[in-house]
């Protein structure tokens, strides 16, 4: 399974950004898909993540109410729109995905997730 993250750059506060994630590979069934970031000199935290059968979502309190992440089934694809975007959501942003085994209470970290992609940088700076 290869994850392929897009949709970062440079951005002003206050705006929104749209980002993508396209899995492909072999048969793709995961439990769970999701996003992490690591800003410079700080650990990889957890962002957001979605159950992909449901539906049901999860989100960091640093960004609950500004971004929302949904996904979409045909395509292969998990989204993060990040809306009233800060200086301090500046990092790299990694796409996540579970072999089809992630319980729920593990969904928030990242050594349990079993596919990574790489980074797509967000800044946010005026």
């Known amino acids: 399974v290869q994850l392929q993250a897009s949709g970062g750059g440079l951005v002003q506060p206050g705006d929104s950004r749209r980002l993508s994630c396209a899995a492909s590979?072999?048969?793709?069934?995961?439990?769970?898909m999701g996003w992490f970031r690591q800003a410079p000199g700080k650990d990889r935290d957890y962002v957001a993540s979605?159950?992909?059968?449901?539906?049901?979502?999860a989100y960091a309190d640093s960004v609950k109410g500004r971004f929302t992440i949904s996904r979409d089934k045909v395509r292969n694809t998990v989204y993060l729109q990040m809306n009233s975007l800060r200086p301090e959501d500046t990092a790299p942003y990694y796409c996540?995905?579970?072999?089809?085994?992630?319980?729920?209470?593990?969904?928030?970290?990242?050594?349990?997730?079993?596919?990574w992609g790489l980074g797509t940088l967000v800044t946010v700076s005026s």
């Open positions: 590979g072999r048969t793709f069934s995961p439990r769970f």
């Open positions: 996540v995905a579970d072999n089809g085994r992630l319980i729920y209470s593990s969904q928030y970290y990242a050594s349990r997730y079993d596919y």
């Open positions: 979605i159950n992909w059968s449901a539906g049901h979502t």
